[in-house]
């Protein structure tokens, strides 16, 4: 009979933008994805094949929402999860009319843009559904949002 730990898997999304093509560049953000790579791997043996790794041009939103939902789809019963995001953070007015102060926060992904060119920012609300979905299967989730306005950008997932 094998153990909970061996049965355990771990898994990681690490996004990491500083190139951005429509938004004021960054630095940095890319080469915390890579050390949080690192220190998963050596430190924490995180297998590197259960770990999603994308930087500039393959963190768009699609990219991202892709390998969110494909982690959920991956992840079993009480798995290990991080997700690390770091780039810009921003607000867009509330879509939903959920927030008190009228604001989402969102994460910028390498493709967004601001008028004229489109928003394609990834809202508070989605990280929220994608929460929800995954920690129907495990509450062992660390989340590490590197940007600005990330202080409610999970809007109290967890059941406060």
Not at 34 to 56: R, Y
Request: hydrophobic share 35%; charged share 25%; net charge negative.
């Amino acid at each position: 009979m094998s153990s909970a730990a061996e049965e355990t898997s771990k898994w990681a999304v690490l996004v990491g933008v500083d190139k951005y093509p429509n938004v004021r560049q960054l630095t940095g953000c890319v080469s915390d994805v890579e050390v949080m790579l690192q220190t998963l791997v050596e430190s924490f043996q995180f297998p590197k094949d259960h770990i999603t790794l994308l930087a500039d041009e393959q963190a768009t939103r699609e990219g991202i929402l892709a390998a969110m939902k494909g982690l959920v789809a991956q992840v079993g019963k009480d798995d290990i999860v991080v997700f690390h995001y770091s780039g810009h953070g921003s607000q867009m007015t509330d879509r939903e009319g959920d927030e008190p102060d009228g604001l989402d926060e969102t994460i910028l992904p390498y493709d967004t843009g601001r008028c004229p060119l489109p928003n394609r920012d990834i809202s508070d609300d989605e990280i929220y559904l994608w929460l929800r979905d995954l920690t129907a299967k495990t509450s062992a989730v660390t989340l590490i949002f590197d940007c600005c306005h990330s202080g409610s950008v999970t809007r109290d997932s967890f059941g406060g």
